[in-house]
């Protein structure tokens, strides 16, 4: 399987695919996501997968190593390529919440799932919620710009997290950015 050159939307696609059909289903989130979702303007050469199955953690690792993966830390890298993997325990999350909504990519015949645009924000938001991590607030902003997010779902959501404060933070910065 060939994964030099290729681009990070590519790459994921590509990983998730051959895991997928080899029993394996994954969900990406995290800063590969904003990658998608925003055309690269922010770039991660971290790709996050969720194993919705964390018995199968085994399974995984022995499949990326056939791809000529390896271990390095907790990160699965491989000589062609700068991305490298890092598998989470399931289930995919936003806060304190389970994810809503897991969107699908798909490349001819192959397919990524993913958080949707909407839980993508939720997830970067909780990074610049509860971390202050301002990269992270820039990222939320970028994915609402390029793509259709449900700002009243991430309202109800950011009051749940008790983070009124914050999302009003955020919806003057994304009122900002659109003008």
């Known amino acids: 399987m060939k994964i ?39 770039m991660s050469y971290d790709l996050d997968l969720i194993l919705m199955d964390v018995d199968k953690g085994k399974e995984a690792k022995e499949l990326l190593i056939t791809m000529g993966f390896y271990e390095e830390g907790r990160y699965f890298v491989h000589k ?46 909780a990074a610049y919620y509860y971390w202050n991590d301002r990269q992270s607030l820039d990222q939320a902003i970028s994915v609402c710009v390029d793509n259709e997010v449900d700002l009243s779902e991430v309202e109800r959501w950011s009051n749940i997290e008790g983070m009124n404060d914050k999302h009003k933070k955020f919806m003057a910065q994304l009122l900002k950015q659109k003008a």
């Open 4 to 42: 030099k050159g290729l681009s990070l939307e590519n790459f994921a696609v590509t990983i998730s695919d051959y895991l997928r059909i080899n029993g394996i289903e994954t969900v990406l989130t995290g800063g590969a996501c904003v990658s998608i979702y925003t055309d690269n303007k922010y």
């Open 80 to 125: 062609d390529t700068e991305y490298f993997l890092d598998f989470l325990s399931p289930p995919p999350s936003v806060g304190s919440e389970p994810v809503k909504e897991i969107a699908e990519l798909t490349k001819g015949d192959r397919k990524l799932y993913l958080l949707s645009p909407t839980d993508c924000v939720k997830d970067r938001l």
